[in-house]
Nanobody
Framework: VQLQASGGGLVQAGGSLRLSCAVS????????MSWFRQAPGKEREIVAG????????YYGDSVKGRSTIFRDNAKNTVYLQMSSLKPEDTAVYYC?????????WGQGTQVTVSS
């Protein structure tokens, strides 16, 4: 399984961004996808998660109400739509895939929110 994250960038506070995580390779038996983020000097934290079928979603408290995770089945891509961005949302965002007993990580995409 390969994960390609994209969509990060520089945005002003209050703005929006959509992150994408394209999944390729053996997608059978994928259980769930999620987005994590890691700011400098801080531990990696979960932002949002979605079951592979899309029926179940989860949001971290820091983004709840401001973000939506969803999946495009045809494109095997998981998206994270973020709005009302704050400077504290600045971090490298990683997508993660759980497939059977294995965990895969994407390369990360930088999100910088200016005040």
């Amino acid at each position: 399984v390969q994960l390609q994250a994209s969509g990060g960038g520089l945005v002003q506070a209050g703005g929006s961004l959509r992150l994408s995580c394209a999944v390729s390779g053996r997608t059978s038996s994928i259980y769930a996808m999620s987005w994590f983020r890691q700011a400098p000097g801080k531990e990696r934290e979960i932002v949002a998660g979605i079951s592979w079928g899309g029926a179940t979603t989860y949001y971290g408290d820091s983004v709840k109400g401001r973000s939506t995770i969803f999946r495009d089945n045809a494109k095997n891509t998981v998206y994270l739509q973020m709005s009302s961005l704050k400077p504290e949302d600045t971090a490298v965002y990683y997508c993660k895939c759980v497939r059977g007993d294995y965990v895969y990580w994407g390369q990360g995409t930088q999100v910088t929110v200016s005040s």
